[in-house]
């Protein structure tokens, strides 16, 4: 299996910051450092599609070594990013997030199925204030029955924010879709079963100042 930390997104909602580099912990490690120190531990290769001129930085920082891939991409939305990757890697199966979040509490690297059919998706129990802001899930006893995405209006208590997956999802990626939930969302349309599992903790999209403040006043208290 192998790992895909789609980074080649603008960051406009910090302007221009790269996210993905923003420290997690007291001694300083980015959300991507986290990030693949755990994903080293399960997967052949991690795949990290950035924008070319944050090739270099990457470079500096030391982030390049036998399992990680700095592939250079210059796409306009993540379901494109995913493609270019999926074209040169020879694996069945991926572990996808973004790099940009943060996992507190249970970890879903090692829960998630290596070997799902189409996907295996990670789920967390919403925040008040993520209503509106993530993709929303709705379950039965084992499948995914419905994905919104950012609907202000929707209910559903979950939210997704990771997943395993295997070539079957492929087809429904669109190159023009924003992010690849639209893939998942077509999928669970199509009558695919999509299973899921419910992670413990909570999912922190650090996209956005407020969302990256809350969880440094979760990790400092």
């Not at 001694?27 to 991507?32: F, G, M, P």
């Not at 795949?47 to 470079?59: G, K, M, N, S």
């Not at 990626?173 to 893939?183: E, Q, R, S, T, V």
Request: contains cysteine; negative net charge; proline residues 6%.
């Amino acid at each position: 299996m192998d790992a895909i930390l789609p980074a080649a997104g603008f960051g406009l909602r910090m302007k221009g910051i790269p996210k993905f580099l923003l420290p997690s912990s007291v001694d300083y490690e980015s959300l991507l450092e986290t990030h693949i120190s755990n994903l080293k531990k399960i997967c052949d290769i991690i795949w990290v599609p950035t924008r070319p001129e944050i090739v270099q930085l990457l470079d500096s920082l030391g982030f390049v070594d036998e399992n990680i891939v700095i592939l250079p991409t210059a796409t306009d939305t993540m379901s494109e990013t995913i493609l270019k990757v999926l074209d040169v890697s020879g694996s069945k199966t991926f572990f996808m997030s973004m790099p940009d979040t943060f996992f507190y509490g249970q970890k879903p690297y090692s829960i998630l199925d290596p070997t799902p059919d189409i996907a295996d998706v990670a789920c967390w129990k919403i925040r008040p204030e993520q209503y509106g802001k993530l993709g929303q899930v709705k379950q039965d006893a084992k499948y995914i029955t419905d994905i919104k995405d950012k609907k202000k209006d929707c209910d559903y208590i979950y939210s997704w924010g990771a997943m395993t997956f295997s070539r079957k999802l492929e087809p429904f990626i669109d190159i023009k879709d924003p992010h690849i939930g639209y893939a998942l969302e077509k999928a669970v349309n199509s009558g695919s079963n999509l299973t899921y599992k419910n992670i413990e903790g909570e999912y922190f999209d650090c996209g956005t100042p407020d969302e990256y403040l809350s969880l440094l006043t979760k990790l400092i208290n």
